[in-house]
């Protein structure tokens, strides 16, 4: 898929390697992305400039500064020595914004030797963000919502205070195994770094400073094979040492997913809410204040965005 998206693209604006992440703009934590001629080296060294509070670069920084299309050049130190030490001379950075939010970016890469990014090529990239918000939400609801396969136990990735994998669970290697992750991700080593990375940066910010967003992510059944859960949980008080980055079956981090991807609405987020406790339609009314008759069109028109058949149904898949 990566090697598509760059293939599309390079019509537009000429590159040579490519990074698309997509994230819930209710969570500001990834949710997919894909690559095309990138290492996974490359990827953990962007991620851990993004998080050390000197690269303002970050998706949630850039988009707090208002600055849709950025070119990191020789001005962003920290980021233009991981281009350097990489090969690469010039780095085109998208955000993916359209309603509700920011969406993702969209990374492009050129080597040493070629021409800079300029005015005209951050013109055109900036008509891409929201024919890839949408190309996104497409692939996200092309894979029918259902309850999980098998009935895997929580596996973990051990990250180090070097960012480096320290270990994986039995279990851990056996979630890497069941998930359908596409194209290199396939390989193990790297799937566990695509995997634990961020989460795992997030969840020493979050022990910092407990305002930034939480350490939790799903990954979508349409890249996953199934909906997948993954947490970042520090080991320690101050999240200078390892990080226990916990993968399982999506449960209740499920429901910002599909409140992004389907758009459910706040109303019917509170009815699903409600859903999982197994109440009857009648309690439902009563607990938010609402008619039967608007809980069940409620109902009627969650099913209808996510393609479940009735309650049980959406219970057993937001159970994990």
């Known amino acids: 898929?990566?090697?598509?998206?760059?293939?599309?693209?390079?019509?537009?604006?000429?590159?040579?390697?490519?990074?698309?992440?997509?994230?819930?703009?209710?969570?500001?934590?990834p949710s997919f992305g894909f690559w095309h001629r990138l290492t996974a080296e490359v990827g953990r060294a962007q991620t851990i400039n993004?998080?050390?509070?000197?690269?303002?670069?970050?998706?949630?920084?850039?988009?707090?500064?208002?600055?849709?299309v950025q070119v990191v050049d020789a001005h962003d130190r920290l980021a233009h020595k991981v281009l350097l030490d990489n090969g690469y001379a010039g780095e085109l950075r998208l955000l993916l914004r359209a309603a509700h939010g920011t969406w993702g970016t969209l990374v492009l890469l050129r080597e040493q030797?070629?021409?800079?990014?300029?005015?005209?090529d951050v013109d055109r990239v900036a008509r891409l963000a929201q024919p890839l918000v949408a190309v996104s939400r497409s692939y996200v609801r092309a894979t029918p919502l259902h309850s999980p396969d098998g009935d895997l136990p929580p596996g973990v990735i051990v990250?180090?205070?070097?960012?480096?994998?320290?270990?994986?669970?039995?279990?851990?290697?056996?979630?890497?195994?069941?998930i359908r992750l596409p194209g290199a991700l396939t390989e193990p080593e790297w799937a566990a770094v695509a995997l634990s990375s961020e989460v795992a940066l997030a969840g020493r910010r979050f022990v910092r400073d407990p305002t930034t967003p939480r350490p939790v992510t799903c990954l979508p059944s349409a890249y996953a094979g199934r909906w997948v859960g993954v947490q970042g949980q520090p080991l320690d008080a101050d999240g200078t040492g390892d990080v226990a980055v916990v993968i399982r079956a999506a449960g209740a981090e499920l429901l910002p997913a599909l409140s992004a991807w389907y758009d459910v609405t706040g109303r019917e987020r509170a009815v699903i809410?409600?859903?999982?406790?197994?109440?009857?339609?009648?309690?439902?009314?009563?607990?938010?204040?609402?008619?039967?008759?608007?809980?069940?069109?409620?109902?009627?028109?969650?099913?209808?965005?996510?393609?479940?058949?009735?309650?049980?149904?959406?219970?057993?898949?937001?159970?994990?």
Request: hydrophobic share 40%.
């Open 159 to 178: 990250v180090g205070a070097d960012h480096a994998v320290r270990g994986i669970t039995p279990e851990g290697h056996a979630w890497l195994r069941a």
């Open 1 to 29: 898929m990566g090697e598509a998206i760059s293939r599309a693209i390079s019509g537009v604006v000429a590159h040579d390697s490519l990074h698309v992440c997509w994230r819930n703009p209710n969570t500001d934590m």
């Open 50 to 68: 993004y998080y050390s509070g000197q690269d303002l670069t970050h998706p949630v920084e850039q988009a707090r500064r208002g600055i849709p």
């Open 113 to 120: 030797g070629a021409a800079p990014f300029g005015q005209g």
């Open 273 to 320: 809410d409600e859903l999982r406790e197994g109440i009857p339609a009648k309690q439902i009314a009563r607990r938010l204040a609402l008619s039967v008759h608007t809980v069940n069109d409620y109902l009627k028109a969650i099913y209808r965005k996510t393609g479940i058949a009735g309650r049980d149904e959406i219970t057993a898949v937001l159970s994990g």
